[in-house]
Structure formats: structure tokens, C-alpha cells
């Protein structure tokens, strides 16, 4: 072929190691520090073909994209809306067997004993609230699948980020009826000495970090920490809480795509309720709900029914396994009401 048809390309290659890699490496001493995931650019040149680069598009910002001579613009209403996952029907009956988790009935009997403790609390909670008893309260009625089922998928060492509006996940985690009385209460058995609003609950024995009242703060902190803990290798992940209102905060967007990139191992999990506060999605967002933007970031994602314990199980279970054995963040957005 004529010298004339080959161009002569400047690529750049990236290799990754990984932390197993990096160890192996730093044992044959080359490598300076262990704790550090290395990448390492080299710049080579590659004869290609001159028709071939010209014909297959090589932006780096788009690096899988090809041609195309139709002028066809993405309309986000085509395109399959993505499914809601269910193992149960209204009704409770397991539609697919193979999609029964199988827990034990004492794990089953636990969990929804739970969730009734939790909903009685809640009640006498908010009436204390009414009767000016306490300053503050947020209800979790409706949202208890979307709690215990996440919480019992994951290990204790796994460390959860939350809103404002998932106590129950505290209380599959063993966090007790005294305890949210006395932060409630601000009194003087509280963990937090009484500093925080009520119902901004934090225990650093289950792992749980303070909540804080701005909305989507612990968005970016949950992919800071997943991050930290994938560079110090300790195999958990990170679960984030957040409400489909808080997705509009840039600290969402933030987070998102620092997790994408960082391949931080992070559970996002969306509680889509319908409403933030009294704005309804329809006002809130445009698109296929916070499910739709997961692809747009580069993350797994799934769409669960919320009031489905079993379907919150399973999608939790599958996305901590994806999160701490692929190293990368992923998006569930369970579907409920309050
Ligand atoms: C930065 C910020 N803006 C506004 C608020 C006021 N605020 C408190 S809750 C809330 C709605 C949040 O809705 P969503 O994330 O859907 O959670 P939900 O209450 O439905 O569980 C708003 C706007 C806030 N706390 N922080
Ligand atoms: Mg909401």
C-alpha cells in the first residue's frame, strides 16, 4: 500500500492495576507504595489504514460511537422505559420461584415484626411531635420494604449514608426503641449529646453516619468513603440513601459522576415516593425517572418495586455483590409511596 494512505495515529494507552496487582508489583519492588492504584500513560504511534480513520470515528469522548448519515436527533420518549422488578404479586404470591430469596421464616418473622415495632414508634413519634413535644418529626410510613429489605442484604461492615427517611434501616441494624427516643428527645442518653435535630440519627457502632438536614450533602461524602474503602481494600461497599427530590441537587450529579469515573463501590439507592415534599415528580424531572439517568452516567441500574420486601432483597443483594466484586458504583430506584 502507497506511504500516501496510512496516517500515522497518536494513541494513548491506559493500564489500570488493580489492587491485587499493585501488591504483586510492589513485592517485585516495583512499585513505591502499596496503597496506591496506579495508572500509567504510555504514548505510541500505530500506522492504521487512512480509510479506515477516517470512516470509524476516534473521539476519545465518545470512544464506541460509529457514523451515520441520518440526522436523527434522541427523542427520550422512544426507548423502552425500564421495568419495574418484582418477586411478588399485590397479592404477595411469589410469581417465579427461582426469584424467591429463600430466607428463613425466623429472618422473614423478624423482619416484619420489625417493620410493625418501627411503624407503632412512629406513630407515637409524630403525636409527640403534634402535641409540641419534640420540635421535629419525619414519618417513614409506606417506605419500611424499601429499609428492611436493602438493610438485610447487607453485611454489618458495609457503611450507610442516609437521608432523612430511612430510620428503619437503623433498626434492622439493631439500633433500639431507647435510642430513638433519646436523639429524639435530645436528651441525655443520646449518642450525639443531644447536637442534632431530631430524627438526624447516627451510630457509629452500626456504621451509620449522622444524617444532615441539607439535602444530597451525603451524596458526594458516600462516593468519597466507597472510594477510600476500595484504595484501602477492605471488600465492603458503601449504600447510599436518597430521595428522587434530593436527584436535582448538583451534590447528586457530583456524586454520580465522581463514582462513575473513581469506580468507587457504592450502592445508590433512590426512594422514588412520588413527592418531595409537596412537589410531585412530574414537576421535579423530565426523562425516565432517577433509573433513566443511570445509563447517562455510566452505572448498572435497576428499577425495584419498593413495597415488594423480597424484589428490595434481591436488586440490593445482586448491586453489593456488582459494588465490592467489580469495583464500580451502581443505581437502584426503588418505586413507593408515603
Ligand atoms: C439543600 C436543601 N434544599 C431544600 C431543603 C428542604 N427540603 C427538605 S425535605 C425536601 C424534599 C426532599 O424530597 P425527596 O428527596 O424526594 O425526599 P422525601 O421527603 O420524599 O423522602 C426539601 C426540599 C433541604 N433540606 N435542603
Ligand atoms: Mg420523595
Known amino acids: 500500500m502507497a506511504a500516501a494512505t496510512w496516517i500515522t495515529r497518536v494513541a494513548k494507552r491506559t493500564t489500570f492495576f488493580r489492587p491485587r496487582e499493585t501488591k504483586k508489583l510492589l513485592q517485585l519492588g516495583a512499585m513505591p507504595d502499596a496503597r496506591r492504584e496506579f495508572r500509567l ?19 476519545p469522548g465518545a470512544a464506541n460511537a ?17 421495568p419495574v422488578y418484582r418477586v411478588m404479586d399485590l397479592n404477595g404470591k411469589v410469581l417465579n420461584e427461582s426469584h424467591d430469596p429463600k430466607l428463613k421464616k425466623e429472618t422473614v418473622q423478624d423482619m416484619y415484626k420489625k417493620m410493625i415495632l418501627f411503624n407503632t414508634m412512629e406513630r407515637i413519634l409524630y403525636e409527640a411531635q ?3 413535644r419534640i420540635s421535629f418529626y419525619m414519618t ?10 436493602s438493610a438485610a442484604a447487607l453485611l454489618p461492615e458495609d457503611v450507610i ?3 432523612y427517611r430511612e430510620a428503619g434501616v437503623l433498626m434492622s441494624r439493631g439500633f433500639t426503641i431507647d435510642e430513638y427516643m433519646s436523639q429524639c428527645f435530645s436528651n441525655r442518653n443520646d449518642n450525639r449529646k443531644g447536637r442534632q435535630m431530631p430524627v438526624h440519627y447516627g451510630s ?14 451525603q451524596m458526594p461524602q458516600a462516593t468519597g468513603y466507597a472510594y477510600a474503602m476500595k484504595r484501602a481494600g477492605t471488600g465492603n461497599c458503601v ?12 451534590d447528586a450529579h457530583a456524586a454520580f459522576n465522581f463514582a462513575a469515573t473513581l469506580e468507587a463501590p457504592v450502592v445508590f439507592f433512590c426512594r422514588n415516593n412520588g413527592y418531595a415534599i409537596s412537589t410531585p415528580t412530574d414537576e421535579q424531572y423530565r426523562g425516565d425517572g432517577i433509573a433513566g439517568r443511570g445509563r447517562g452516567y455510566g452505572m448498572m441500574t435497576i428499577r425495584v418495586d419498593g413495597n415488594d420486601v423480597f424484589a428490595v432483597y434481591n436488586v440490593t443483594k445482586a448491586a453489593r455483590d456488582v459494588a465490592v466484586n467489580q469495583e464500580r458504583p451502581i443505581l437502584i430506584e426503588a418505586m413507593t409511596y408515603r
Do not use: W
Not at 417513614?140 to 429489605?149: I, K, S
Not at 449504600?239 to 448538583?250: L, P, R, V
Open 239 to 250: 449504600i447510599c440513601y436518597f430521595g428522587e427530590g434530593t436527584a436535582s441537587e448538583g
Open 140 to 149: 417513614n410510613y409506606g417506605e419500611e420494604g424499601t429499609h428492611f429489605g
Open 41 to 59: 500513560y504510555s504514548t505510541v504511534s500505530e500506522k492504521v489504514p487512512k480509510h479506515e480513520f477516517q470512516e470509524k470515528p476516534r473521539f
Open 161 to 163: 449514608f442516609a437521608q
Open 204 to 217: 457509629k457502632d452500626l456504621n451509620f453516619v449522622t444524617i444532615s438536614s441539607p439535602l444530597a450533602t
Open 66 to 82: 460509529h457514523y451515520t448519515e441520518k440526522m436523527d436527533f434522541v427523542n427520550p420518549d422512544d426507548g423502552q422505559i425500564i
Open 130 to 132: 403534634r402535641q409540641g
